[in-house]
């Protein structure tokens, strides 16, 4: 009904006065808003020529760069995913051919996928972000110091000593009073 209305008495009006008359403006978007807020202002007077320039600090807001921030993890997360595999038939085998290889190889296997364990949590949950620049570096050389004891300590029971399986099965094997 209105379209009818409207070609009815387009021949009274003149459209491309009207189309003249109405002035077409883009819709101002905030950034076009600020900006022109901006050229409003007015710039402050200088009365004093010499003043020192303030001083600044330039603060970083990136993430402070881990140590292990640069090259690929790929490697070491294929290798974490071998030795874990490797434990499902390193530790039977170790108990059924008990020798000072398969110790050896059950004491290494053991201790790596540990290491990796805990090293995944002091890294989650010891952030430089969080708890300083220092406790980090020093539950990963505590970390560190503990693998290397621990590895030592099974050498030890393995060369001088009856082996890992071994003192397993004598544990094991203790009966109850």
């Known amino acids: 009904m209105a379209l009818q209305l409207v070609l009815r008495n387009a021949t009274k009006f003149n459209g491309a006065a009207l189309v003249k008359s109405v002035r077409m403006t883009p819709l101002k978007t905030y950034a076009t808003v600020v900006a022109a807020q901006r050229s409003a202002l007015v710039k402050p007077l200088n009365l004093v020529k ?5 001083v600044t600090r ?5 993430a402070p760069r881990m140590a292990a921030a640069g090259g690929s993890h790929t490697a070491l997360w294929t290798i974490e995913r071998v030795v874990s595999l490797a434990l499902l038939g390193v530790v039977p085998l170790a108990f059924v051919v008990p020798s000072q290889t398969m110790d ?3 004491a290494v296997s053991l201790v790596l996928h540990s290491h990796w364990g805990i090293e995944a949590l002091v890294t989650d949950y010891m952030r430089p972000s969080v708890v300083g620049n220092v406790l980090p570096k020093v539950a990963h050389g505590s970390l560190l110091l503990l ?6 300590g099974l050498f030890y029971l393995i060369y001088n000593d009856i082996g890992i399986a071994k003192s397993v099965k004598k544990l094991w094997a203790v009966k109850g009073v």
């Open 104 to 106: 050896a190889l059950l």
């Open 147 to 152: 693998s290397m004891a621990t590895l030592g």
């Open 50 to 54: 010499n003043v020192a320039a303030p």
């Open 58 to 62: 330039n603060v970083a807001v990136s």
